[in-house]
Structure formats: C-alpha cells, structure tokens
C-alpha cells in the first residue's frame, strides 16, 4: 500500500490573514498533486514582531478562525492536514498559550492534538529565544491511527521542532510515520536539522515528514527551511530548501516492513 504526503514550507509573516490564505493555496496545491495527507510548518499562521504577539491569536481549544479554517480545508480536498502548530489558550492564564498541533480527518473532523513537550532556548550571544516566556509546555506523547481506503492502518506520531532533540520521545511514540512541523533557526538548523531527521527515520525505522518554515521573514527572523521526506532507511526522498513550497513523497508500506524485516533492530531493543 503506498500514500502520498506532503510537506508544506512557508515564510510566514505578523499577517495572519496573509498567512492563512497562503497555507490555503498550498494545501489546495498538495491535494492537487495527490497528496493524501498534508503537513504544514510549526507557526504556519503567524511569525510574529514580538513573542507576545502569539497570545493575541489564541484560540480556545475547539473553536476560532484558524481552527475552523483548518477543519474546512480538511474537508475541502479529503485529506488529513496537519495543521503545523497554533496557539490555544490556556484558562485561568492569559500570559501563556500552548503551541499546539491539530490533526483534521478528511472529513474535517479533529482527530488528535499534541501540545508540543520541549520549548525552544537558544542563547549564542547573537540570537536569543526563549519560548517558555509565553508558551506552557504539553506533557504527554500523541500518536494517530490512519485508516487508508486500502491496507493496514499506519502509527503516526506527532513532533514539533526542538522535541527532535529528544530521542526517547519517538521510541514512545512507536510510530510508522513520524511528522516533524518545524521552524528551526538558520543557525541551528544548518548545523543540526537534516542530520536529527535522519537520525529519527532510522532508529525507529520510520517515515519522517518535516515541515519546516524557510526563508527571511518580515520580522527580521531567518528560519532553515529545507523541509524534508525521509524512509525508513534514511534516505532523503525529497526536499524544499528555502521559500514557499510543496514537498510530495510516497509512504510504501512494503518498504517499511522490509527494512524492518531485514534488521529488526525494534525487535532487539533491550530498553
């Protein structure tokens, strides 16, 4: 049985309507290439001037524009979207969001969401970052069953960004396909990003669909891009290195139970 992904690059912008339209436009794009399942970048809706400026768009958990709009492009083109990350609202604490993954069903359904676990801190001196400011971390691991028209059901696990630093995460997750929505800096990512992707796909021989922003951002940010589609083995399949793109590959499962058959290294795992 083989699926076609997609992997989704933006340079988005402090224009949330600007930003939803061009995830729109490539998410329709996506679909028209076949994809069946479509990932966008981490902050896909908004690259703010000022971190505080995500807590202005926050969305209570199940309703708002982003999340509607999400749920209609799932509809829409009959694909599961991945709706890279948004923040949601947290009750009882307006100086904080989380920086939250939500997965559509074809349907437009909600089918899963995974609050991102490990928040971004970066200090060289030059560049600073420090998402627990204004973000409150997730706690628990998410995985997803999808169904194909044909075939077995594919394990897919759930990622954002700096949680690719964290190995044991993905043995939680046990993932066949393991999606990555990203915004890694340039700095981090020219030394790190296709390296710990690479990594990921072959000691859970798994897919991995990264997701990545790219480019040089109105905000004055410079995020790595290259948003990638990795088998099970390791090997690139595809990649977009800088500015707006669309990323297709094919997830085979015959090539992932043969890797897997091949060296069952999952099977000799002691830990």
């Known amino acids: 049985m083989t699926l076609t992904l997609a992997a989704i690059q933006m340079v988005s912008t402090p224009d949330l309507a600007l930003n939803l339209d061009r995830a729109d436009a490539l ?3 996506a679909a028209a ?3 069946r399942l479509a990932v966008l970048p981490e902050y896909f809706c908004l690259m703010g001037r000022d971190d505080r400026d995500k807590l202005a768009i926050a969305e209570p958990a199940g309703d708002g524009p982003i999340q ?4 209609a492009l799932a509809r829409r083109h ?5 709706g890279g990350t948004l923040p949601l609202a947290i009750d009882g604490d307006v100086a904080h969001a989380t920086n939250t993954c939500l997965v559509f069903a074809p349907d437009g359904t909600l089918a899963a969401r995974y609050d991102k676990i490990h928040l971004f801190r970066f200090d060289n001196g030059r560049e600073r970052y420090d998402e627990a400011a204004v973000l409150t971390r997730g706690h628990e691991p998410v995985s997803f069953t999808l169904t194909p028209r044909e075939g077995n059901p594919i394990r897919v696990g759930l990622s954002v960004c700096y949680d690719l630093r964290f190995p044991e995460l993905y043995r939680l997750l046990a993932a066949d396909l393991i999606l990555v929505p990203a915004a890694f800096t340039h700095t981090t990512g020219q030394a790190h990003w296709e390296v710990l992707l690479r990594a990921r796909a072959i000691e859970n021989q798994a897919y991995v ?5 790219g480019g040089e951002h109105s905000n004055g940010r410079r995020t790595w891009g290259h948003s990638l589609a990795i088998d099970p083995w390791g090997q690139v399949l595809a990649c977009q290195a800088h500015g707006e793109g669309v990323v297709l590959a094919t997830l085979d499962t015959a090539l992932l139970q043969q890797v897997r058959s091949n060296l069952p290294a999952l099977q000799h795992r002691v830990f």
Request: charge should be positive; charged fraction near 20%.
């Open 33 to 35: 290439r076949g994809a």
């Open 78 to 82: 009959g694909l599961w979207l991945i």
């Open 27 to 29: 998410v329709a794009e």
């Open 68 to 71: 509607r709009r999400l749920a």
């Open 209 to 213: 669909l990264a997701s990545a922003q």
